[in-house]
Structures are given as structure tokens and as C-alpha cells.
């Protein structure tokens, strides 16, 4: 750093707000140092910051092993918000979400002296967790325990299943049937929230919930044992893979989507728009909430005080063909 701030012409500290990109330094200046950096291929050292400072621009986040559209985009989304806030990310992948694995998996990160944690807790079993975490760590959770106070940013799973219950009751259907998550996760629980909520304030009945997993495969079992009652006329399924699955049963049994029954699923996956018939389907922001996560989280950082604030992204209602009037 000396060296670059010889060849600059400046001082130290200079180098130094520049590095740390301090608006307090002339854009002249910071051009000439940002050059002499270049010119000594200089890298500061992050190790050494560290040792002085306790602190890494490393942020910890702790997430399944999984491939499931919802959570690993939440990690892509927020790999890409820490990068353009000059943090680096280590992600802690584990097997299950259970206490015990969450828990050593925040210890690792801890010895790797994180500015801060992010743990991306969809199950109740992940949130238990959480009350191993010492406080005074920057912690934020990501689809978590709606219900523990503890900083937590979230799609507003209901206001989703709100949106894709009332789409097909103004289609004109009676009533809407609902294709579940798992019980255990926060996701799956809000979006059933949000159905129920959405055909109370019709009027209209409540059909008993087919509760699944998140595969196509649970989504094709739901669809063969639907396509076989006549009353089912809209069907809206906890994420697009459930949707998939029941779109290929009810092609199989003979009951056209959308003339024989309307589909509406959530998550808006790349491959929504192509299936057969493209879907209706309601699309989280997972940039908004990665950029929201990381502002909390560096709100916990600087402020070690801050109260344990809640941060909710609104969903948007994807319309495609899979919707249309009941038939008569």
C-alpha cells in the first residue's frame, strides 16, 4: 500500500479510502490510485485486515444441499448481491436441515471470522437452530420462522396464493383445490395460508388440502387421483413442479387444461412458459430478496443494537393459457 501510494502521489490513507471506496476522495485522485493499483498489480491482503480488524468481507450463509428452484436461486441471487457489495460469500451446504448440522455448520463460519450469517431456514427444524447462535453474531434468516424474533427477509408467500386463489375464482370457478408443500415448511404453510384466506373472503368452500412434497412426482399422484373427480375444476399447485406433474395426469386421463381445468402454479421456473399448456404461475423476486437480506444484514453488522426487523417481497401473478373460464 506505501508503494501504491508513492507511485500515486498521495498519502496512506488515501490508498486506503479508495480501496474502501469512501466517497471522500476526488474522482481525480481516485483514478490515479486506482492506476498505480494496477500498474503494481497490488491485492490488499485480506488475512491481515482481518487479524487487525476481527472482521472478513466474508459472509457466511448456511443452506441445503438442494437443487430446488426456490432456495438455490436465493443463494445465486445473493452470491451476485454481496459480490457487487465487495463481500465474498462461503456457503455452508448441509445434508438436512436439522439443529445439529445448521449448528455446525454456523460454527464453521464463525472460525472463519464472518462479518456476518445468513441462514436460509425454510423448515421448522432449520429454525430450532437459530437458538444456538450466540448473540451478537450479524444473523439474518431467509424464509424462516415468521414467528422467532429474529431478523428475517421473505416472500410474502400468502399474498402469492392470494393472488393465484383469486385469478381462477374470477375465471369464474366455484371453489379452488390446493396441491400443498410439505408440512414443515414455512413456504408451504404461507401459501395455504393465502388460498384459504383468498376463498373465505369469496365465500366459496373450502376443499380439504392434498399435502405432497415439491416434486413432479407428488404433483402427478395429486393430478391422477383429481382427474378422476368431475368437481375439480381449478387447481392451484404449491410450486411449478407439482403443477408439471399434474398436467401430464390430467393430459393421461383424458381432462384438458384449461378447458376441462385450470392450473396456477408458484415460483415462475424458467421452463413455466413451455410447458403444455405454458402455466400460470406466481413469480417471487429472489433479487429483491437477496438485496434486501443483504442490507439487513449489514444493518446488523454496523449496529450490533439493531432490533430484529422483518422484511416481506411481494410475489407477482405470471398470467399464461393454463387459466380459463370452468366449463359449462
Not at 456457503?91 to 436460509?120: C, T, W
Not at 425454510?122 to 430450532?128: H, I, K, N, Q, R
Not at 437459530?130 to 414467528?147: I, K, S
Request: proline letters at 6%; charged letters at 20%.
Amino acid at each position: 500500500m506505501t508503494d501504491v501510494a508513492r507511485l500515486a502521489g498521495v498519502s496512506h490513507q488515501t490508498v486506503s479510502r479508495v480501496l474502501n471506496n469512501h466517497p471522500n476522495v476526488r474522482e481525480q485522485t481516485r483514478l490515479r490510485v486506482q492506476a498505480a493499483i494496477k500498474e503494481l498489480d497490488y491485492r490488499p491482503n485480506r488475512a491481515a485486515r482481518a487479524l487487525v480488524t476481527g472482521k472478513t468481507q466474508l459472509i457466511g450463509v448456511v443452506a441445503q444441499n438442494s437443487t430446488l428452484y426456490g432456495p438455490a436461486s436465493l443463494l445465486s441471487a445473493f452470491e451476485e448481491a454481496a459480490a457487487e457489495a465487495g463481500f465474498a460469500v462461503s456457503v455452508g451446504r448441509v445434508k438436512v436441515l436439522d439443529r445439529d448440522s445448521i449448528s455446525a455448520a454456523v460454527e464453521r463460519h464463525r472460525d472463519q471470522r464472518v462479518a456476518g450469517i445468513v441462514v436460509i431456514a425454510p423448515t421448522s427444524s432449520a429454525a430450532d437452530a437459530l437458538a444456538d447462535v450466540p448473540a451478537g453474531v450479524p444473523l439474518v434468516t431467509v424464509d424462516g420462522d415468521p414467528d422467532r424474533p429474529t431478523p428475517l427477509v421473505t416472500v410474502d408467500q400468502a399474498a402469492g396464493a392470494f393472488a393465484a386463489t383469486m385469478h381462477l375464482l374470477q375465471a369464474g370457478h366455484e371453489t379452488v383445490w390446493h396441491v400443498s408443500g410439505p408440512a414443515d415448511w414455512f413456504d408451504a404453510a404461507g401459501r395455504v395460508e393465502g388460498w384459504r384466506q383468498a376463498l373465505d373472503a369469496a365465500g366459496a368452500e373450502v376443499p380439504p388440502v392434498v399435502t405432497a412434497d415439491w416434486s413432479a412426482a407428488a404433483g402427478y399422484r395429486a393430478g391422477q387421483m383429481m382427474a378422476r373427480m368431475p368437481e375439480v375444476t381449478a387447481v392451484f399447485c404449491s410450486n411449478d413442479h407439482l403443477a408439471l406433474g399434474l398436467l401430464r395426469a390430467m393430459s393421461e386421463r383424458g381432462r384438458r387444461v384449461p378447458h376441462d381445468v385450470s392450473v396456477v402454479g408458484f415460483d415462475d421456473v424458467p421452463e413455466a412458459a413451455y410447458f403444455m399448456p405454458p402455466l400460470t404461475t406466481v413469480r417471487p423476486d429472489f433479487a429483491a430478496v437477496a438485496r434486501e437480506t443483504l442490507g439487513l444484514l449489514l444493518q446488523q453488522i454496523t449496529d450490533r443494537g439493531a432490533l430484529a426487523e422483518r422484511r416481506t417481497v411481494a410475489p407477482a401473478l405470471v398470467r399464461r393459457d393454463s387459466v380459463t373460464a370452468p366449463p359449462r
